[in-house]
């Protein structure tokens, strides 16, 4: 018997507008998450102690868990602090990396994760990936998609204006990456899955596309779908593939090469897109993506993030070793460092024309 479906691990909620956090504690009960309010938040000290105050009065039952940063050993301590305490599910409460601590935490125990983001850096929101900085730089862990996802508009516009943007940059990124993914495929015979690669690049359309800006609450909505689909395109592929290719190895060659110096992910994966797309010959829509994202104040030029050109040329010779086994237009084409270096000269030449 042919088979006629598959299951789709993702979440049962998706609560994107503004005002919505005003009703989590209705939403967790009613989807039958936490009816008893024994909830264990994972919270940043920044956006999630002031969310706290707001939200500890209607949740009594809840404990509260302030995380310090994004790194596995947090992870690990939050899991163990809420081990064997019985409950019902764990939210994470804050940007990128207090929703990844809070994904591996509740993987590590066993428990339901509900994401309530207050911004829109990347889309690392309702993925089935936990990005943790470790001992050998930064890690990505496997583990279960979020049950829920939660995204005030009146909080993310709360946030820094530059989280919203690299949000843009990184929900942009998912065409290159759906290119190099079909490269691959026509190359070296890599599978591809045709429904993860329709959803992740119909969601960085749909930003590229979009007419307004941060200052539209339409806008944030179709950023905030973007990211959660693309999360979910994540989940149907079975890894990264679908939101992950050349840019994104050129981002992490950047935080490896330079750290401390990087700048947001989603502004480094954005240049990155517009440059891969430069070296594929698909030059009218680099010339898009360059566009767009100086539309929306994010950088197209290296120094425009403070590094040089010859960090850049250096970032990208080096990148293909971020991730050994994925092919890309940087495996593909293979360049000397001169060719980067000629190449970008023509990517800069013409951006600027």
């Known amino acids: 018997m042919p088979v006629l479906t598959r299951l789709i691990p993702s979440p049962v909620v998706v609560d994107i507008r503004p005002g919505a956090l005003d009703d989590l504690v209705d939403l967790l009960a009613d989807q039958r998450i936490s009816s008893s309010g024994r909830l264990a938040f994972a919270i940043s000290r920044g956006s999630g102690q002031a969310l706290r105050e707001r939200l ?128 691959s495929h026509r190359i070296t015979g890599e599978s591809i899955d045709g429904l993860a690669a329709a959803m992740a690049r119909q969601a960085g359309e749909a930003v590229l596309r979009h007419p307004g800006d941060i200052g539209d609450d339409a806008f944030l909505t179709v950023l905030a779908e973007g990211l959660v689909l693309t999360g979910i395109s994540m989940s149907v592929a079975g890894d990264s593939r679908p939101a992950s290719g050349a840019c994104h190895e050129i981002n992490h060659a950047f935080d490896l090469l330079y750290p401390g110096r990087s700048a947001p992910h989603g502004e480094q994966v954005g240049l990155g897109a517009a440059f891969a797309m430069h070296l594929r010959g698909a030059h009218d829509q680099a010339h898009l993506f360059t566009d767009v994202l100086r539309r929306h104040g994010l950088p197209v030029l290296p120094d425009e993030i403070g590094f040089s050109t010859e960090e850049f040329v250096r970032a990208v010779e080096y990148a293909p070793q971020t991730r050994p086994g994925r092919f890309t237009i940087l495996e593909h084409l293979d360049l000397t460092t001169d060719q980067i270096r000629d190449a970008y000269a023509d990517y800069a030449k013409t951006i600027r024309s």
């Open 56 to 183: 500890a009065p209607a949740l009594p039952g809840a404990d509260w868990y302030p995380v310090a940063d994004g790194t596995l050993d947090s992870a690990v301590q939050l899991a163990d602090d809420i081990k064997g305490k019985r409950y019902d599910a764990v939210v994470g409460l804050g940007g990128g990396k207090i929703v990844d601590v809070a994904k591996y935490a509740a993987a590590r125990v066993g428990l339901p994760m509900v994401a309530v983001a207050t911004n829109l850096a990347h889309d690392g929101l309702c993925s089935p990936v936990a990005t943790l900085d470790n001992d050998n730089g930064r890690g990505s862990y496997g583990v279960p998609t979020p049950i829920a996802v939660v995204i005030d508009l009146d909080v993310v516009r709360r946030a820094p204006v530059r989280y919203v943007r690299s949000g843009i940059g990184d929900a942009v990124s998912n065409i290159s990456c759906v290119a190099d993914w079909e490269l």
